[in-house]
């Protein structure tokens, strides 16, 4: 092909391109009198994006990676009950059965603040269902709460089924009025058998009994019940104490005598701790 045809060609090219571009600029840009030229709004389309924020830019870690988590441990299925627990030093722990009790928990609570100690309470569910603000007040000021079924029954005289449902309905209180699920568990009467131990199991609890028993039940008088915690102090001792379960006068009274004297003979006065997740 010669030289001025290919010039030709570009030419025709040349035009052509202008002439499409003439054409977009007069359906953008219609003229005014004045001779000059008013934009025209685009046609109507899906709305713009919003710029995103330099934080949407960057890349997010996938779940899948990283360092898998540990799986919870599965809480051990025992043959008998702890019955202290191990410390360091002149530590012991106070424990109430039975409540809460609208007429002597509170007491119990109030002596506990005013020495900032905490203590472990098992509590019955059909108790703790009617005083649910009890549980609330322990889970605020930093006591723990067990299960101590719902009705206080003999658990070797219940089946399987029983007993499960003795501490499903209590632990299901527990959470809800506490904010949280018992994680241990005491048998009435300290009346233990393999069942109670599987199904504490199985709801992620662990069986705590006791190595001091103030025998309060009995209301022996308040004297009596403070020698009892006196004479049997040492380190790791799990006190047994109630808050229910009839009058316990005499058990607020003996709290108010002795905790002192425990704090100044140097004991610390702790709840129990699970050493695994």
Not at 39 to 47: D, E, R, S
Request: with cysteine.
């Amino acid at each position: 092909m010669k030289k001025d045809q290919l010039l030709t060609r570009r030419r025709v090219l040349f035009a052509g391109a202008a002439a499409a571009g003439a054409a977009t600029t007069g359906a953008l840009v219609t003229g005014r009198g004045d001779g000059s030229a008013r934009p025209v709004a685009p046609a109507p389309g899906p709305p713009a994006r919003r710029p995103l924020k330099p934080s949407a830019y960057r890349l997010q870690p996938l779940t899948g990676y990283g360092a898998p988590s540990a799986a919870p441990r599965r809480t051990p299925v025992r043959s008998e009950p702890i019955l202290r627990m191990p410390a360091r030093g002149r530590t012991m722990m106070l424990t109430f059965d039975d409540g809460p009790d609208p007429r002597f928990t509170p007491d119990i609570l109030d002596t506990l603040a005013r020495y900032d100690v905490r203590a472990t309470f098992f509590v019955c569910g059909e108790m703790a269902d009617y005083n649910r603000d009890l549980l609330s007040r322990m889970a605020d000021e930093g006591h723990v709460v067990g299960n101590h079924t719902w009705s206080h029954p003999l658990l070797t005289r219940l089946d399987r089924r029983g007993i499960r449902s003795e501490m499903e309905r209590t632990s299901e209180v527990v959470e809800q009025a506490y904010g949280e699920p018992p994680r241990w568990f005491r048998a009435p009467y300290g009346a233990w058998n393999r069942a109670a131990f599987q199904l504490g199991a199985e709801l992620g609890m662990e069986p705590l009994a006791w190595t001091v028993d103030t025998l309060d039940w009995t209301t022996p008088g308040t004297r009596t019940i403070v020698e009892r915690v006196e004479d049997g102090a040492a380190p790791g001792v799990v006190v047994l104490s109630h808050d229910a379960g009839g009058d316990r006068s005499q058990s607020v009274r003996a709290l108010r005598s002795y905790l002192p004297g425990l704090l100044d003979s140097g004991y610390h006065l702790t709840v129990p701790r699970r050493h695994y997740v």
